[in-house]
C-alpha cells in the first residue's frame, strides 16, 4: 500500500510509529512525518548528499497545507544550508550570551555588563530565551517589547518605560544582528521590521532650580526628605538609592555602592554628600537600610509616589514633576558645572552617548568663558 503524507486524510490512515513515513520534495531532500499516538504529529526534513544525511526538525505543523508548509520549510533549510548557514538549532537566548562575549572581547566591559544586565532582566529564563532563532517572529519581539511598557502610571512614567523599552530593543536586535552576520540564521524577518517608541527619547523639560529643589525638600516628611536629598547629591536612581544598605556605604572611601538596572558600580561621593551618608548611617547595623521609610522599611516606588506627589503641590512645582526629576537637575548640575561626561555617565550609571544626548547642551554654558579667554586672532 502506497504512503501518502501529503493529505490529511492519508496522514490519518498511517499507523503511529517513531520512524517517519518519509516523502521525496527534490533530489536528496526529504520531508518526514511522525504518526503520535495523541495528538498532531511533528514533521522533519532530511538532507542526503551522498553518504552524508542532515535532519532538522520542523515541529508541529497543522491544517490542510501542512504538508506543502512543511515542504516550504525544508526548501527554506536546505538553501539556508548551502548558503553555509549552521544547521545548528540556536536559541534567542544563546544569541544574547554571545552578544555579551562579544561585546567585552570587542567593546568594553560597561557595554558588555550593560547589555547583559538588560538581557538579565528581559531575556533569560523568559519565554523569548527559548525561542529558536530560525522561528522568531515579529510579533514574539513586538509582544516582548509591549510588554515592557507601564501603561497604568502618570505620563512621565509611560514615557520613560517606552523610552527604555526602545534601549532594551536596540540591544536584542544588536545581539540578532550578530547572529545573523556570524551565519547562525538565513535572514532577519522576525526582528527587522519591529520598531521602538517615536518621540519618548525627548530631552528632560521639568528643571528645579536651587529655590525650588529646597521648597521641596521643606514640602517633604522627614523620611522622603532624606530620599530627595539624596538623589540630589548623588544623581543615582531612586530604586538604586531606595535599596541601599548600611553596608554599601564606604565612609573612609567616600564611595556608594549601587545596584541598577546597569548591573553593580562604585560610585565616589561628595565630601557634603558623605557627611549625609554618615549621619544616616550612624547607630545602624550593616543590614538595616540606609534611607528608611518612617517604620524602618526601604522604600519603593508605591511607597514615595503619592507621597511625593503631595510634596510637589505643597511645593507649588510643576505638575509633571517627578522623582526622576531629581535625577535629571543633578545630572543638569554637574554638566553645567564642567565635570567631564565620562566622569558624570560613569557616576549616574549610564552611557556617554545619553549624557551627551540630553545634557550636552548645558556645557557650552561652562565652555564659552574658557574660550572667551583664548585670543586667536
Known amino acids: 500500500m502506497p504512503i501518502n503524507i501529503a493529505s490529511k486524510s492519508g496522514r490519518s490512515a498511517l499507523l503511529p510509529r517513531r520512524e517517519p513515513y518519509w516523502a521525496r520534495v527534490r533530489a536528496g531532500l526529504y520531508v518526514g512525518y511522525r504518526k503520535m499516538k495523541d495528538g498532531e504529529g511533528t514533521w522533519i526534513a532530511r538532507l542526503q548528499e551522498h553518504n552524508k544525511k542532515q535532519y532538522r526538525s520542523l515541529g508541529t505543523i497543522s ?23 549552521s544547521n545548528k538549532v540556536v536559541f534567542v537566548e544563546d544569541v544574547c550570551r554571545a552578544y555579551v562575549e562579544h561585546l567585552k572581547m570587542h567593546n568594553s ?61 536596540s540591544s536584542l536586535k544588536a545581539a540578532l544582528n550578530l547572529a545573523l552576520s556570524d551565519r547562525l540564521v538565513a535572514h532577519d524577518a522576525g526582528w527587522k521590521t519591529v520598531t521602538g517608541f517615536e518621540d519618548v527619547g525627548k530631552r528632560r523639560s521639568v528643571y ?19 530620599l530627595v536629598q539624596a538623589m540630589l547629591l548623588t544623581a543615582a536612581r531612586p530604586g538604586e538609592l531606595a535599596a541601599l544598605m548600611v553596608s554599601d556605604f564606604n565612609k573612609d572611601q567616600g564611595t556608594l555602592d ?35 521609610r518612617s517604620d524602618g522599611k526601604h522604600w519603593n516606588k508605591d511607597a514615595w509616589k503619592d507621597i511625593f506627589k503631595e510634596a510637589v503641590v505643597k511645593a507649588k512645582l510643576p505638575a509633571n514633576t517627578v522623582m526622576y526629576t531629581l535625577r535629571h537637575v543633578a545630572i543638569s548640575e554637574l554638566i553645567s558645572g564642567g565635570m567631564d561626561s565620562f566622569i558624570v555617565a560613569k557616576l549616574a550609571g549610564t552611557s556617554v552617548a545619553m549624557i551627551e544626548k540630553h545634557y550636552g547642551h548645558l556645557r557650552h554654558q561652562s565652555t564659552r568663558p574658557k574660550l572667551d579667554k583664548i585670543k586667536i586672532i
Open 258 to 292: 549601587l545596584s541598577g538596572k546597569t548591573g553593580r558600580r562604585t560610585a565616589t561621593i561628595s565630601t557634603a554628600a558623605c557627611k549625609f551618608f554618615s549621619n544616616q548611617a550612624k547607630e545602624k547595623s550593616p543590614t538595616a537600610p540606609l534611607l528608611a
Open 208 to 226: 528645579l532650580d536651587a529655590k525650588q529643589r529646597k521648597d521641596l525638600i521643606n514640602a517633604c516628611p522627614v523620611d522622603l526628605r532624606r
Open 63 to 85: 491544517g490542510d497545507k501542512a504538508f506543502d508548509k512543511a515542504s516550504a520549510a525544508a526548501i527554506e533549510w536546505n538553501d539556508s544550508l548551502q548558503q553555509g548557514i
Open 109 to 169: 566591559i560597561s557595554s558588555s555588563n550593560d547589555a547583559d544586565g538588560r538581557f538579565k532582566r528581559l531575556v533569560y529564563g523568559k519565554r523569548i530565551a527559548k525561542v529558536e532563532l530560525a522561528k522568531l517572529t515579529t510579533a514574539i519581539v513586538r509582544r516582548w517589547l509591549n510588554d515592557q511598557v507601564i501603561t497604568d502610571q502618570d505620563e512621565e512614567t509611560l514615557r520613560k518605560s517606552k523610552d527604555s523599552a526602545n534601549r532594551n530593543l
